[in-house]
């Protein structure tokens, strides 16, 4: 905690998305309570009642998967940044969802939307804000998942974003390497929030195996702290990656399809039930 503490004093301004619910409300709480002088705005749809008498924190409402919206409430962000100082700037794109099952069964619009948010609002909100970044130094830090890993059939889509945030953030860190930007990449498991009911499961498909938002939050800013390039959350998740990484992707598909067939399975018989 002393290096998260040490890493957050050298930050004055933290623009997150998704910070409504979940991992992002988590990273809002945590950070305000280690260090209360942050100057925090949050992009989502909406705003967390908890958040709304907390003077250090600036809510925008917009909907990221709209191009034009995301480009409408930039300058609204530029602004918020000019009014806060010189200081340096921590981003956080932690807006994201996924959808669960048969390609063709899921709505071909929701997934497009996904993808939107997902990845396009990912690197147009970053390439917009780069400029502030380099101006005052700071940091990037990307939310993926575990599921960027490897492919993830009946999560095809959403795992194939992730994939995409993980290798686009690694390519950005050595991109930027001693540029006053750094940048990280969150891959988290399974984690208690609002995810899985979004992405079609009736009830987390893991019960008991997954990490509370905090957990999460905490290793996640550790590792920014420590200057990892990725950090994943949990031995267990490090190890199923580690060795997942050593078989042929054809492998990996076909295992992780195997994996993810009994879950939609016992869905079903769950939601029969
Ligand atoms: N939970 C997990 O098991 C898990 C595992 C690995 C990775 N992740 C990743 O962690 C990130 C956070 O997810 P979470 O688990 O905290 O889920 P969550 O509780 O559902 O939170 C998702 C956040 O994204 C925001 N969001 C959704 N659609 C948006 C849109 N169109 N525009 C702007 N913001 C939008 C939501 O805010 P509004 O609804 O107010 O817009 C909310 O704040 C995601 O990128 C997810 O892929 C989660």
Not at 65 to 91: F, H
Not at 142 to 170: C, E, R
Not at 193 to 218: C, I, L, T
Request: with cysteine; net charge positive; hydrophobic share 40%.
């Amino acid at each position: 905690m002393e290096q998260v503490l040490k890493f957050l004093r050298t930050i004055d301004r933290v623009i997150i998305t998704g910070g409504s619910s979940g991992i992002g409300k988590s990273f809002i709480e945590l950070m305000s309570k280690i260090e209360p002088s942050l100057q925090i705005c949050n992009l989502s749809r909406s705003e967390s009642e908890r958040f709304l008498d907390w003077p250090q924190l600036t809510h925008f409402a917009c909907d990221l998967s709209r191009p034009e919206a995301l480009e409408g409430v930039v300058p609204d962000v530029l602004k918020w940044l000019e009014r806060t100082g010189s200081g340096r700037i921590l981003l956080i794109n932690n807006s994201g969802y996924g959808l669960y099952g048969q390609f063709t069964e899921i709505d071909r619009e929701a997934q497009l939307n996904m993808m939107d948010l997902n990845v396009r609002a990912v690197v147009d909100l970053t390439h917009r804000l780069l400029p502030a970044l380099q101006a005052s130094g700071g940091h990037v830090l990307n939310v993926a998942s575990i599921a960027g890993h490897q492919p993830t059939p009946y999560l095809g889509v959403y795992g194939a974003t992730k994939a995409f945030v993980l290798q686009w953030s690694l390519a950005m860190g050595v991109e930027h390497a001693g540029r006053g930007v750094g940048f990280t990449v969150l891959c988290p498991g399974p984690t208690e929030s609002q995810f899985f009911q979004r992405a079609g499961f009736d009830q987390p498909p893991v019960p008991g195996m997954g990490h509370s938002a905090e957990f999460v939050v905490n290793r996640a800013l550790q590792g920014v702290a420590r200057g990892r390039a990725v950090v994943t959350t949990g031995w267990m998740n490090r190890l199923t990656t580690a060795f997942s990484r050593r078989l042929p992707l054809s492998w990996q598909a076909a295992i992780s399809g195997a994996v993810m067939r009994r879950m939609r399975l016992e869905q079903k018989q769950g939601s029969s039930s």
